[in-house]
């Protein structure tokens, strides 16, 4: 008796037809995966738009040198501000401005806080130059600074090139009115509801 072979047709026949099983059971599976685990996808979606959040400057380039007349050296006015990407959910922005260089680069001892400013309108993309509060958003409130002003207060350092960090929160909230918050009192309210943030750093020494 001889040994049985299978003819060369069939069994291509057959490869193919077991490939197309196979498709069409992996295309099964996505369409499974993708009704019953949705949050999969969102996920990866709030991953990618956690990272679109910019935050940028007319005035001074990344890590680049803030001009003299947003300091207390010229104007002292605050330097123009735009930001893109805000999350779909954001229901208010916060702004910090702080210097974590303070007093002396070297030693640093302490961070100085410049500006505080919250309930930002989500649609807001933009700060002008020299903002002021009958000059921001509507709806927004300010808090206090280190110099004891609601305001912005400008670079001042007293020795070396200090680094101060422009630091843009999205929200998933409104916050209450908490009465010219400090930094600290600010940062306590937004807990548990920053989506993202995006930041922008700015360097000046004193001439």
């Known amino acids: 008796m001889s040994d049985f072979n299978v003819p060369d047709t ?7 037809a077991a490939w197309a099983q196979t498709s069409r059971s992996l295309w099964t599976c996505s369409l499974v995966l993708s009704i019953f685990t ?37 104007a002292d006015i605050s330097p123009p501000l735009a930001w893109s ?4 959910n954001t229901k208010s922005l916060a702004l910090i401005v702080d210097d974590p260089d303070a007093p002396d680069p070297a030693a640093p001892k302490m961070t100085w806080v410049h500006w505080v400013l919250y309930n930002i309108p989500p649609t807001a993309t933009r700060l002008p130059e020299g903002a002021a ?11 206090t600074n280190d110099f004891k002003r609601a305001a912005y207060s400008g670079p001042c350092p ?6 101060y960090f422009h630091k843009l929160y999205a929200l998933d909230t409104v916050l209450p009115d908490l009465k010219g918050p400090s930094k600290a009192a600010l940062e306590k309210a937004m807990q548990g509801h920053v989506l993202t943030h995006a930041e922008l750093i700015g360097t000046y020494q004193n001439r």
Not at 10 to 16: A, M, N, S, T, V
Not at 85 to 88: E, K, N
Not at 133 to 143: D, K, S
Request: charged residues 20%.
């Open 10 to 16: 069939c069994l291509k026949r057959f490869e193919r």
């Open 38 to 74: 949705p949050g999969l996808s969102s996920t990866v979606a709030a991953e990618e738009r956690i990272m679109t959040l910019t935050l940028t400057s007319q005035a001074f380039r990344q890590n680049g040198e803030i001009p003299a007349q947003h300091t207390c050296q010229g």
């Open 85 to 88: 990407g805000v999350p779909a």
């Open 133 to 143: 509060a009958q000059t921001l958003p509507g709806g927004t409130l300010e808090g």
């Open 158 to 163: 007293p020795i070396g090139r200090h680094r």
